[in-house]
């Protein structure tokens, strides 16, 4: 019997996909591998434009002498488009290892938002289309409505109004609380950076938005806390001034798009 989180046939037809279907460990977990290639679901065609942008950065990298930073290849569909019916394929590199050390994790992150700075100079429009659970959390996280964004989730009010209440008293002090200038970065880095056969970090399962790469680091440093095994010491330096906020943020992000969401173990970190 197929597994029901696998693709279904017409999506591996369309991606030419060949080979026995094989469950990968790491992001959310629910990516397979098929021959050469890696399918994941919960694409659109919104996300279209992000896929020129990886293939020139991902080929740029592979051609640098000695590499540092490696990024996943999409493979479009046999139609045409980047998408089908919410999966997206980018080609299986072998040898790969997963990468749980942090700082290997956070130089990844800022190679790879050092790159993006330069080949993505100015906001793409195509993120305004984005829906998804992540997207939504992502803005009720800055615009100021993470509280609102909790009213439906009895569960999570306190832990919300708790990390919201943080941010708030940030306002009212003389801390620099300037995350630093917005541009594109993967909001997702801490389960998705392997080691190829030779060590470099290989960046899969682009997950795209406008942000501080402060914030996106703040995101990855706190993943690998919860779910990587990273000392809870490495937010020490966290807990003050400019990083401070981008984590307090990061964890309204996470909480608000968590489903379910662990809310003991989010408060066993004392964030706010």
């Known amino acids: 019997m197929p597994h029901p989180s696998q693709p279904p046939d017409h999506v591996l037809d369309l991606f030419a996909a060949e080979g026995v279907l094989e469950p990968l460990p790491g992001g959310r977990g629910t990516s397979w591998r098929a021959g050469d290639l890696v399918l994941s679901p919960g694409h659109d065609e919104s ?19 000695p590499r540092s930073l490696r990024l996943a290849l999409p493979v479009p569909a046999r139609d045409g488009h980047l998408t089908a019916d919410g999966w997206a394929a980018t080609r299986f590199e072998p040898g790969t290892t997963h990468c749980r050390d942090l700082p290997t994790l956070r130089a990844t992150a ?37 509280e ?49 056969a030779d060590g470099i970090p290989f960046v899969v399962d682009f997950s ?6 402060l914030w996106a680091e703040a995101v990855c440093v706190l993943d690998a806390v919860l779910w990587l095994r990273a000392p809870v010491a490495a937010l020490d330096e ?21 489903d379910p969401c662990d809310v003991a173990r989010y408060e066993a970190l004392g964030l706010s």
């Open 238 to 258: 966290w807990r003050t001034g400019a990083p401070r906020r981008a984590m307090l943020r990061a964890a309204l992000f996470r909480v608000l798009s968590d």
């Open 47 to 65: 996300e279209a434009w992000i896929a020129p942008i990886q293939a020139r950065l991902a080929v740029r990298l592979d051609e640098a002498v």
């Open 110 to 146: 800022h190679l790879l938002h050092a790159h993006l700075a330069t080949a993505v100079p100015e906001r793409p429009s195509q993120l305004d289309a984005r829906d998804d659970r992540w997207a939504v959390a992502d803005r009720a996280t800055h615009d100021g409505t993470a």
């Open 148 to 196: 609102q964004a909790a009213a439906a989730r009895p569960h999570l009010r306190d832990l919300v109004g708790t990390l919201a209440a943080g941010l708030d008293t940030d306002l009212d002090t003389d801390l620099d609380t300037d995350l630093g200038r917005e541009q594109l970065v993967h909001a997702d880095l801490a389960g998705n950076v392997l080691l190829d």
């Open 208 to 213: 795209p938005a406008w942000r501080s790469p």
